[in-house]
C-alpha cells in the first residue's frame, strides 16, 4: 500500500482532495527504527505525526513511582504521536519499537505549512 493510500484511510486525512493528498505525501520521510529503539519519549515535544509502515510499536506511560504501564500496541497502518505533533505539546506516552519498524513521519512544521497555505 502506497502512502498516499495509507493517508486516504486515516480519519484525520479522510475528507482531503487527491491533490491535497499529494501534497501532503510530498512532504513525509521515512524513518527505520530497531527492535526495542525508543522511538517517542514522554514528556518530550512532539515533532512529527507517524504511520506505522512495517512492524509495531508498544506504547507506555510511566508513573510517578518509575513503573511502566502499557497502553496500546500501534500496528501497521495506525498513527502515533498526533496530538502532540499538531500542538507541540509533550508526549503522554513513551513509544519503543516492538521489533524493527519502519514509519513514515509527517513533521509538524512541514505539515503546519501546509495547513496555512491549503484553504
Known amino acids: ?20 493528498l499529494t501534497v501532503i505525501e510530498a ?28 512492524g509495531a510499536v508498544s506504547i507506555t506511560r510511566s508513573t510517578p513511582e518509575a513503573h511502566k504501564i502499557r ?8 498513527v502515533l504521536g498526533e496530538l502532540s505533533a499538531l500542538d507541540a505539546g509533550p508526549r503522554l506516552a513513551d513509544g ?7 514509519l513514515l513521519a509527517l513533521h509538524r512544521d512541514k505539515f503546519l505549512l501546509f495547513v496555512q497555505n491549503e484553504p
Open 1 to 20: 500500500m502506497s502512502f498516499f493510500d495509507l493517508l486516504k484511510t486515516l480519519p484525520m486525512f479522510s475528507s482531503l482532495s487527491d491533490r491535497e
Open 27 to 54: 512532504l513525509q520521510g521515512v524513518e527505520t527504527f530497531r527492535r526495542d529503539e525508543v522511538i517517542i519519549k514522554q514528556e518530550e515535544t512532539g515533532r512529527s505525526l507517524d504511520v506505522v509502515i512495517e
Open 71 to 78: 497502553l496500546a500496541e500501534v500496528l501497521r497502518g495506525e
Open 96 to 102: 519503543t519499537a516492538m521489533q524493527d519498524c519502519k
